[in-house]
């Protein structure tokens, strides 16, 4: 089965420090999602990729920005963190990006921002 | 926009019981629906889903019939089990720029008591 793999599950980083969140999938999948979950909002999507190098911004891409340097790799950077962006960080990807297609998640990283 | 509305949680149930938990969307054009539930300490999975009018998806014991007349694409389970416990997202598709996107409703807590 699809593996999506992200590098850390729980994180504590201060105010300002840049902040790097890494995820694999080992499946030659297109597209490569950054999601964040927070109680009673459900999952709000941060910025996705379609292809290597190719990025889109989602609903809240504010604060945040995104790499994808090889197919299988996507990473979420915070350039500056702040402490609104403690939350649960989910990555996710799909196949070939059609309509009827489901999401392959990662476990999740729980990022706190003191 | 699009958009998904889901009930609020948590819902506890014993045992043995019924299990509907309602989801409503709003979507131009044909998207497809899902249901998507977490296990604690899990990473998101699709538990089921239908990609046109009418089409009802089932798992597990779990099923949902896609709604066109009635924007609705309500789960229902006819006995829920312990292992049942974990977070639900409905969820649509989209299209989005050059791939499609997913989007998700708030979640809702499911609780069976043994």
């Known amino acids: 089965d699809v593996k999506v793999t992200q590098s850390s599950r729980y994180l504590v980083k201060r105010t300002g420090e840049k902040v790097f969140l890494e995820c694999v999938q080992d499946?030659?999948?297109?597209?490569m999602f950054w999601y964040r979950q927070d109680p009673g909002l459900g999952l709000r999507l941060i910025y996705f990729?379609?292809?290597?190098?190719?990025?889109e911004k989602g609903d809240i891409p504010e604060g945040y920005s995104v790499s994808r340097e090889k197919k299988e790799r996507f990473s979420l950077i915070l350039e500056s963190a702040s402490t609104n962006q403690t939350s649960m960080y989910l990555c996710?990807?799909?196949?070939?990006?059609?309509?009827?297609?489901?999401?392959?998640f990662g476990s999740g990283t729980q990022l706190s921002v003191l | 926009g699009n958009s998904v509305t889901q009930m609020e949680g948590p819902v506890t149930l014993s045992e043995e019981a019924f299990l509907t938990i309602n989801c409503t969307y709003t979507?131009?054009?044909?998207?497809?629906l899902f249901w998507y539930v977490q296990y604690p300490g899990e990473g998101l999975q699709l538990l089921l889903k239908?990609?046109?009018?009418?089409d009802k998806g089932s798992n597990k014991g779990f099923e949902a019939t896609y709604r066109k007349e009635t924007t609705s694409f309500h789960l229902e389970k006819g006995s829920v089990q312990v292992s049942d416990s974990a977070v639900y997202f409905c969820?649509?598709?989209?299209?989005?720029?050059?791939?499609?996107?997913?989007?998700f409703g708030s979640g809702t807590r499911l609780s069976i008591r043994p």
């Open positions: 996710a990807s799909s196949l070939t990006g059609r309509l009827n297609e489901k999401l392959f």
């Open positions: 499946m030659d999948h297109e597209n």
């Open positions: 990729s379609y292809d290597v190098k190719m990025k």
């Open positions: 979507a131009t054009g044909y998207p497809s």
């Open positions: 239908a990609t046109k009018a009418d």
């Open positions: 969820a649509l598709s989209e299209r989005y720029s050059s791939a499609s996107k997913i989007i």
